[in-house]
């Protein structure tokens, strides 16, 4: 008789439990992203990891297939009126992320 075992959630589907924020830009208001973000939008947004972003509404945020080497940062800019709202995308904590420029979108 096996011995009986204990599965655990897969960090995907621990994902899939954080509430989705709608990611706006702050100047013309237009939606950037859906962003599944841990405390909803209890606290600012700093950084979106490639792995929670739902919804990449203007395909701006997909990945290549590789993190570009330290120095070469990417901007991305708001369709709507080309004003630039983050940069990378940089590894942090081992996963890919976009680093939000402060005071550029705001979540909704």
Known sequence: MEPHRTVLGTPCSLKESYAKVSVLCSRCGELLARYRKRNGTKSNLIKM???????DTHSILAMESQIPACGENKEIACPGCERSFCRGPRLVKGRPAWKIIA??????
Do not use: D, F, L, T
């Not at 990891?49 to 919804?55: N, T």
């Not at 005071?103 to 909704?108: F, L, S």
């Open 103 to 108: 005071g550029r979108v705001r979540m909704k």
């Open 49 to 55: 990891y490639v792995e929670r972003i739902a919804e």
